[in-house]
């Protein structure tokens, strides 16, 4: 069966009762109670938050066709109608008869520029911009669409083509290197088992002050900075703890320390070294 060709064209407004905001449309159908309650991406956001019952439409005029429909709302919805507070259009009318390329390069960009004003200015429209936007996202990684940042791509069977890597190859070439390493002109020193970055021209006056150059990254025992025991203490510990007369819970409190250290000497997860 062949599909009927829409007869309808009416422009609409609709009105939230509950925040005041208007939309304003057009639509082309076959049957005036196909419930359609306007595409825009604000208006989605008004019924979906506030509810379908709570907004109103109502057709403020009908054309004879859809060109001339487009013309009407390019007309209605301009720039100074988006511009009130209340209107929840975000670009000018028209979109259904673009006059040529031109025209509908220039209506794109004015839509962007109303987006991004809308988006710094419109409290409401950011929350449920933001919204909208976790949700799809959210459905997307379900879907397996999207991966999580803080999640690694599976690698597995699957390689770079040659052309790939070369183009890598080449748009990495100089980077890293000289003033453009994030750590051209610094260096690492040490003190007190401290490990400090510093500008390479300030290393002078840190040595004088008995800094060393370098950096420690695998301090051990009593080395470690704001370590509760001695290697006496360690020795003594375990001296204990093969004579099994004390408890570990004894023994911790002798020493002012926590029982899971004591349990972590005996095992020799930490200390290992001390004998």
Known sequence: MA?????????????????GRWYIGMHSTTNLNDGYMGSGTILRHSIRKHGKENHIKEILEYLPNRELLAIREREIVNKELISDGKCMNLKEGGDGGFMSEEHMMKCSKAGNIAFKEKLIN????KENFCLTKSENSKKAMLEGKLIPI??????????QSDETKKLMSESSKGTGTNENNSQYGTCWITKDSVNKKINK???DNYLEKNWIKGRFTELKGELIKNSMLTNDDVIKIKQLLNEGILTQIKISEMFNIHRETISKIKRGIIWKSVK
């Open 3 to 19: 599909r009927r060709e829409n007869n309808i064209h009416y422009i609409y407004k609709i009105i939230c009762n509950i925040t």
């Open 201 to 203: 021209e300030d290393l």
């Open 150 to 159: 803080n999640k690694s791509y599976d690698w597995t069977g699957k390689k």
């Open 122 to 125: 419109d409290k409401e429209f």
